[in-house]
């Protein structure tokens, strides 16, 4: 049984990444996993100012959620992270909360070429929602996803479900007329089912 902490980071409380998000956690769940959404239209995390207090033994400056979903994110065995595609990357919040994770490193007295911390080891995965479904779509998203928190934090790839096709935010959410809500149910059902 593994712990995922899911992490929602569209704007519309009831929208295609908030359903996508729910639609995964049903496919952990029904595997017998445990899984837990945060949503950041409620919880709220704030950009890193770069003070650097949390560097000096300090706690961080900022006060909003991002202690209790670090907590929660200590407890989880992988880190979902759920965002719509805006302006071709991430959303702002979820950029957000990956900035926050500079006061979760540790000295690394030898660390790799290209890094210079050490960062706690997590299972991860990226889900995403956009309005286009373009061989591109997801190019600049998944790039960073790639680069910043496999390869740099260190956390290890689990996969990516990108719902394209899934309509722009000037009506109800089109998802549910999808095959994504489907897809990323048996994707998550499928997830862990080697161990
Ligand atoms: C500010 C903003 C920027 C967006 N940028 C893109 C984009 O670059 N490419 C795209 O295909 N869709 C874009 N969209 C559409 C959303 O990604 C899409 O509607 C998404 O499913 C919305 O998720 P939600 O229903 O969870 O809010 C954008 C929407 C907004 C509001």
């Known amino acids: 049984m ?21 639609s995964f956690c049903r496919g952990l769940r029904d595997a017998g996993h445990e899984a837990e959404i945060i949503s950041l239209n409620r919880a709220e995390v704030k950009g890193c100012l770069g003070c650097n207090a949390c560097r000096y033994g300090k706690p961080c400056v900022l006060k909003d959620d991002f202690g209790m979903i670090a907590e929660k994110l200590r407890q989880a065995d992988c880190l979902a992270l759920a965002s719509p595609l805006y302006f071709w990357t991430i959303s702002a919040r979820l950029k957000a909360l990956i900035e926050r994770f500079y006061s979760l490193a540790q000295p690394d007295p030898a ?85």
Request: proline share 6%; net charge neutral; glycine share 14%.
């Open 111 to 195: 660390p790799p070429f290209g890094r210079y911390e050490r960062y706690p080891t997590k299972d991860c995965v990226l889900l995403m929602t956009a309005a286009d479904d373009l061989f591109w779509t997801f190019e600049q998203a998944v790039s960073y996803y790639r680069f910043a928190l496999v390869r740099y934090i260190g956390f290890r790839d689990r996969g990516c479900y990108l719902a394209g096709g899934c309509g722009e935010t000037d009506g109800p959410p089109a998802i549910d007329g999808t095959r994504h809500i489907e897809g990323v149910y048996s994707f998550a059902k499928g997830l862990f089912r080697e161990e």
């Open 2 to 22: 593994k712990k995922i902490l899911v992490i929602q980071g569209g704007g519309r409380p009831d929208g295609n990444t908030a359903r996508l998000a729910a």
